[in-house]
């Protein structure tokens, strides 16, 4: 977990890096931000991921004692929904900028592609509001029940419930990449077929953007279903406490999501794969 987070940081420190410099040599444009949004976002759900896991396996009495498993909680939904939220933007952003469909409403969203963002804030801020809302119910129900917060007296179908509420906001952001993911499959497939009947057989370069971006977005797919599963492995942890082995292995999987996909994305970007072997070259 330790060298998944080492390797998470470098590769995220890497791509705020690359596009803070571009952003004092040129404006910043809105891959750029988005990019640089992503890498900061990740690198702080990766420090409240180690932060959480080792202190609930070395010192799970301090959440007892303290309000610290309240700050966990509220750093961990803006870590949480600003990380799925930068990604799901830079997933729309890939599909309206390279996708071709003859669709009216696309057509719309297409010509209007900065209006995009705004709009996309407007739900994270409504997202983290109500999980804000929602967490605060929850531990001010424990302590009007004058119990610790680390205790979980409730039934197990009950705690899963609440998990699942709390992750709707991020349910959402990746139902909507799951879905641009799948129309810039459709997009690549209908423009296969416009290039067989042209008889050309050579990859043009919407093809090849279109192959790029799949790439990326299947892979963040994935990884984010890998995180999920992580995600779920350390709530079952909260069942069976006894069970460290099973936190620890919840921690690996949710800690492969941040650290891969920055990589990928490193290798998919032009401009971050020829700066990273400047990089290597120095070294």
Known sequence: VVSESMFGVLGNGFIGLVNCIDCAKNKLSTIGFILTGLAISRIFLIWIIITDGFIQIFSPNIYASSNLIEYISYFWVIGNQSSMWFATSLSIFYFLKIANFSNYIFLWLKSRTNMVLPFMI??????????????????????????????????????????????????????????????????????????????????????????????????????????????????????????????????????????????????????????????????
């Open 122 to 283: 407007v739900f994270l801020l409504i997202s983290s509001l109500l999980n804000f809302a929602y967490i605060a119910k929850i531990l001010n129900d424990y302590k009007m029940k004058n119990d610790t917060v680390w205790d979980l007296n409730m039934y197990k179908s009950e705690y899963f419930i609440k998990q699942i509420l709390l992750n709707l906001g991020v349910i959402f952001f990746f139902t909507l990449s799951l879905i641009t993911c799948v129309l810039l499959i459709i997009s690549l497939w209908r423009h296969n077929r416009q290039m067989q009947s042209n008889v050309t057989g050579l990859r043009d370069s919407n093809t090849e953007a279109h192959v790029k971006a799949m790439k990326v977005l299947i892979s963040f797919i994935i990884l984010f279903i890998l995180y999920f599963i992580g995600m779920a492995i350390e709530i079952s942890y909260f069942t069976v406490r006894e069970n460290k082995l099973l936190l620890m292995f919840g921690m690996t999987t949710t800690a492969i999501y941040p650290w891969g996909h920055s990589f990928i994305l490193i290798l998919g970007n032009s401009k971050l794969k020829q700066a990273s072997l400047r990089v290597l070259q120095q070294l």
